[in-house]
């Protein structure tokens, strides 16, 4: 009888040396799962720059050289013409204006550049005015400068025109070009101070007697 009572006596004190685990401990042993991260939005790239198509320098340059014709006002140096200029094919120009009261008509040639002036109701053949040949050139050649600034600047215009401006390389003067969007025509261009041309289309009648 001593012996089994030794045992449970033993069997007894083992089981009063275990510790109940509490709700508590189990769940501090386990880490709490991480709370969610917030969302990261990614901005979007910022839109590029698009490049300027519609009214530009170039297309006035492009324009200016084969326009099949308009009407011109033109001041240079104290001289004032007006008139009108057509272009059959590159190389046929005609251009006639009226300058110090009289009217003149400059027809392009393969022997150079024909002048005649209006007498009346005839055109008769004359030695060109003074003005004569750089009126002529004006408006049937697109000048297009070396450039201060490597290229024309856009500098401003509104919701039908661009306005470009550069300087010339080798003489200093400001070019300004007011350009319309809708077909890249020139509606007006300055040069310095001495020179200013405003183009208008269509052209009007220029005889070829």
Not at 174 to 188: F, M, P, S, T, Y
Request: charged share 20%; hydrophobic share 40%.
């Amino acid at each position: 009888m001593r012996r089994p009572l030794a045992v449970f006596i033993l069997l007894a004190a083992a089981c009063s040396n275990e510790q109940p685990v509490t709700e508590s401990a189990a769940s501090s042993s386990t880490p709490p799962p991480a709370a969610p991260s917030p969302a990261t939005l990614t901005p979007a790239p910022a839109a590029a720059p698009q490049p300027q198509t519609s009214g530009t320098y170039q297309q006035a340059m492009d324009w200016l050289r084969s326009a099949k014709g308009f009407h011109f006002e033109l001041v240079e140096s104290g001289v004032r013409a007006e008139g009108d200029m057509v272009r059959p094919t590159v190389g046929a120009e005609r251009v006639r204006f009226r300058a110090d009261g009289t009217e003149w008509l400059a027809l392009a040639k393969p022997t150079g550049i024909v002048w005649h002036r209006k007498n009346g109701a005839q055109w008769e053949k004359a030695a060109a005015p003074i003005y004569g040949d750089r009126i002529y050139q004006r408006v049937t050649l697109a000048f297009d400068p070396q450039k201060k600034e490597a290229e024309a600047q856009l500098a401003g215009g509104d919701a039908a025109t661009n306005l470009y401006r550069f300087t010339n390389a080798n003489t200093g003067e400001q070019h300004e070009l007011w350009i319309a969007k809708r077909d890249g025509h020139i509606e007006r261009m300055k040069i310095g101070e001495a020179v200013e041309i405003r183009f208008g289309t269509p052209a009007g009648d220029v005889p070829n007697p």
